[in-house]
């Protein structure tokens, strides 16, 4: 098992910078590939960013594409995102998810992912 916990969530004006970090702990976190998803209200969650076991290959949502920055600290059972540029339109509840697989892969699915975080809040006003 996995358990994850994020942070860094909060408050700030669009233009804005946030940076998110998730916790992990359980089995060797090397061994999973990370995603972050948002889920805003009335809406359903979409995936916003992956990154691979050995941090070679990431992908990302065409809506955050240039702005977002995903990447882990496998010493540290670390996975951050980093957030630039944000728009009302970006606020949502991030969680990040954890799932086994090859070492350069990413997916998107939502349902690839075994291990999910409780979430973290992020609100960006106008």
């Known amino acids: 098992q996995v358990q994850l916990v994020e942070s860094g969530g909060g408050l700030v004006q669009a233009g804005g910078s946030l940076t998110l970090s998730c916790a992990a702990t359980g089995r060797t976190f090397s061994m999973y590939a990370m995603g972050w998803f948002r889920q805003a209200p009335g809406k359903e969650r979409d995936f916003v960013a992956g990154?691979?076991?050995?941090?070679?290959?990431?992908r990302y949502a065409e809506s955050v594409k240039g702005r977002f920055t995903i990447s882990r600290d496998n010493a540290k059972n670390l996975v951050y995102l980093r957030m630039n540029s944000l728009k009302p339109e970006d606020t949502a509840a991030y969680y990040c998810?954890?799932?086994?697989?090859?070492?350069?892969?990413?997916?998107?699915?939502?349902?690839?992912?075994?291990?999910w975080g409780r979430g973290a809040q992020v609100t960006v006003s106008s």
């Open positions: 990154i691979s076991r050995s941090a070679i290959t990431t």
């Open positions: 998810a954890a799932r086994s697989g090859a070492v350069l892969e990413v997916l998107e699915d939502q349902n690839e992912y075994q291990y």
